[in-house]
């Protein structure tokens, strides 16, 4: 839960930041989510955006939610886990200014599915130390 909190929290960051990626502007085709890029392009919507709320908005909804659906697939593995968080936990602003500095390094990744990308994200970043 604290994780999640703080998930969002990085979501807010890089709103205010508007961490650059060198995506394109947000449309709302952008909002179809259909690729890591796209969820990308919501999440890097600079202030002046006219669909910037919008974006912000539905990054962290999509976040959040992947997010969710994720851990909870971890949790249930009993064997090596997908990845692991730091400890302490990352701030919300804090992930997700992670998860655009990987999608920038990252661009060959910008086509697949988002929670695609997400999950990439975390096992890339965050992987696990052997017996987890």
């Not at 959040?64 to 994720?70: A, D, S």
Request: hydrophobic letters at 45%; a neutral charge.
């Amino acid at each position: 839960m604290q994780q999640m909190k703080r998930w969002l929290q990085a979501a807010a960051l890089c709103a205010v930041v508007s961490i650059g990626t060198g995506r394109a502007a947000v449309t709302e085709d952008s909002f179809l989510i259909r690729s890591t890029g796209d969820l990308v392009d919501l999440c890097s919507a600079a202030q002046p955006d006219p669909l910037y709320t919008a974006s912000i908005n539905f990054c962290h909804g999509f976040g959040v939610g992947v997010f969710r659906v994720l851990e909870e697939q971890d949790m249930a593995r009993r064997s090596r886990h997908m990845f692991c968080l730091p400890n302490p936990a990352l701030t919300r602003n804090e992930a997700l200014a992670s998860f655009l500095q990987w999608a920038k390094a990252n661009p060959n990744q910008m086509a697949q599915p988002a929670a695609d990308g997400i999950a990439q994200f975390l096992i890339q970043t965050y992987p696990c130390q052997r017996g987890h």
